[in-house]
């Protein structure tokens, strides 16, 4: 059974720092890359970041750079990604995603973590 839990979401000030985590499992972790989207209501979902199964490059969100870093531990099946400087903007369901790196259609969703920025 596949699943991505993610972890780490919750109330922050602006200018503060989160951690979110997304444990994988039920699948070869190892041979997809991880990506975080996130989603306000009436909005399309947004890419943030990803980080690639091969060599551990990375892109980021234009909104994000700077900002937020994606990181991956193939040992411990997991995908972080660290958000520092945050803004009320960034208040958002922030979703973990993993995508076959020789099939694309072969991908999966996390259930969602919730990061709101406010005072």
């Known amino acids: 059974q596949v699943q991505l839990v993610e972890s780490g979401g919750g109330l922050v000030q602006p200018g503060g720092s989160l951690r979110l985590s997304c444990a994988g499992s039920?699948?070869?972790?190892?041979?997809?890359?991880m990506s975080w989207y996130r989603q306000v209501p009436g909005k399309e979902r947004e890419l943030v970041a990803v980080?690639?199964?091969?060599?551990?490059?990375?892109n980021y969100g234009d909104s994000v750079k700077g900002r937020f870093t994606i990181s991956r531990d193939n040992a411990k099946k997991t995908v972080y990604l660290q958000m520092n400087s945050l803004k009320p903007e960034d208040t958002a369901v922030y979703y973990c995603?993993?995508?076959?790196?020789?099939?694309?259609?072969?991908?999966?969703w996390g259930q969602g973590t919730q990061v709101t920025v406010s005072s």
């Open positions: 995603y993993a995508r076959n790196r020789w099939t694309s259609s072969i991908n999966y």
């Open positions: 039920g699948f070869t972790f190892s041979a997809y890359a």
């Open positions: 980080i690639s199964s091969t060599d551990g490059s990375t």
